[in-house]
Every structure is written in C-alpha cells, then in structure tokens.
C-alpha cells in the first residue's frame, strides 16, 4: 500500500521517518506508555530505529498503516491501524495510539483518530474497526467513546505484552454507527 498523509485542522499525521525517531525515543520515556501498551521498556534509540524501519514494511505490506501525529510540526505522538485484515464483506482492523506526555488532554488524540476511522472505512472500506485496552485505562477509553465507539465487554487475561497478561476492555465502531458517544458501563 502506498503511504498516505491525513491532514486535520490541527494536525498533520504521516509515517514516521528516520528523521523522527530522536522524538519517539523521547516520548516514550514517559512510564504512561509502556504501562498501558505493547512498546518496550525500556525504550532506546534502537527500538525507536527498528519500529521506523517496521513502519515502512507495514505499509507495504498493507497489514498495518501507522501515522506520526504532528502538531505545529511537533511529533505529538502516533496512531496506527493494526491486523488489517481483507474480506470480501469488508476487513477489520484494530485502532491503536499514544499521545507524548505534554500533548495530552487538548483533544489531539480524538482528532487524529476521528480522520484515521474516517479514511479506514472510506478508503480500506472497514466493516468493523476493533478499539482493546488494559482494563482500567480511563483516557484511552474515553477516547474511543468520544469517536462512538460501543463498549463490548471485558475479557480476563485476553491482552500480552511485554509485562505479562491482563484483563482487557474491548469495543468496537461500524461504518454506519451514530458517531455521537454513548454511555460506556466502565466509565
Ligand atoms: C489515551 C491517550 C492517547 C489520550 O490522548 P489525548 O490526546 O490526551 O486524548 P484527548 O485529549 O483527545 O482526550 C480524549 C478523551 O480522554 C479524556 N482524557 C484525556 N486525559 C485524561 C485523563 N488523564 N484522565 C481521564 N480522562 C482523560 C478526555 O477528557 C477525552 O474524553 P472526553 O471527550 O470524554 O472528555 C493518552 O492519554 C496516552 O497516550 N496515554 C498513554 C498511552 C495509552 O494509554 N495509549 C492507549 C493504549 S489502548
């Protein structure tokens, strides 16, 4: 697949490059990101080279499209579409983000994943697109349900990382679902 930039009011989201990766080192310093996702700790500048170089193999393999969030050309933190699967009644795939420390809480994050489920379901034509998190993380969930995304339940002990095992929440966004947030039991 060819690599796409998604241009929002705010934010400029495009593969990271060779060029970014001092900035992703940096970012995920921050405990926050290993705590409630899969990027290695600790984090060195190899990890950050490495998962560049994986980026690229993505995209052309068309398995996983991953965009660097930039704010006032600031690399702000990173967004992908993860285990994108075709099918002939529509693919799936799973949303994944981390916003850098200083960026959070000004609605960053919403916005670049409101153009990302945006172009999954209009250019990749996604039937389903899948949102899972460690089971008590509050801001990651309330960023899925600010972009409509169903809560569907929590499985014990479903998600792995590096850290081990943990009970995870999961959720979901159809093409045709109501946009508007609605109620979440967990929140
Ligand atoms: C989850 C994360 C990406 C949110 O990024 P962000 O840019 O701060 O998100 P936004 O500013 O767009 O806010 C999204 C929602 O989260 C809420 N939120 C943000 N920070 C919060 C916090 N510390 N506590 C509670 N809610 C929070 C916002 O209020 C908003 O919800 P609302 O629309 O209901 O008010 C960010 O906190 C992060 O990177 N966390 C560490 C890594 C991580 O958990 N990634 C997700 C793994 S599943």
């Given at each position: 697949m060819e690599k796409v930039a998604l241009i929002t009011e705010r934010l400029v989201l495009r593969a990271p490059t060779d060029a970014d990766a001092a900035a992703i080192e940096a970012a995920c310093q921050d405990p926050a990101i290993p705590r409630w996702t899969t990027v290695p700790s600790p984090y060195a500048r190899k990890d950050a080279d490495d998962f560049v170089r994986l980026v690229d193999e993505w995209w052309a393999s068309g398995v996983e499209t991953v965009w660097a969030i930039f704010a006032e050309d600031r690399l702000v933190?990173?967004?992908g579409l993860h285990d994108i699967a075709r099918h002939h009644a529509g693919g799936h795939a799973e949303i994944g983000f981390w916003a850098g420390r200083e960026a959070?809480?000004?609605?960053y994050m919403t916005e670049a994943a409101r153009a990302v489920v945006d172009w999954g379901f209009s250019e990749l034509r996604l039937a389903r697109i899948a949102w899972r998190a460690v089971a008590g993380n509050v801001p990651s969930a309330r960023t899925a349900r600010a972009l409509g995304f169903r809560y569907e339940g929590l499985q014990r002990q479903a998600l792995t990382s590096p850290r081990g095992r943990d009970d995870g929440w999961?959720?979901?966004?159809l093409p045709d679902d109501d946009r508007s947030p609605v109620d979440w039991p967990v929140l």
């Open positions: 933190g990173m967004i959070r809480g000004r609605g999961f959720a979901g966004l």
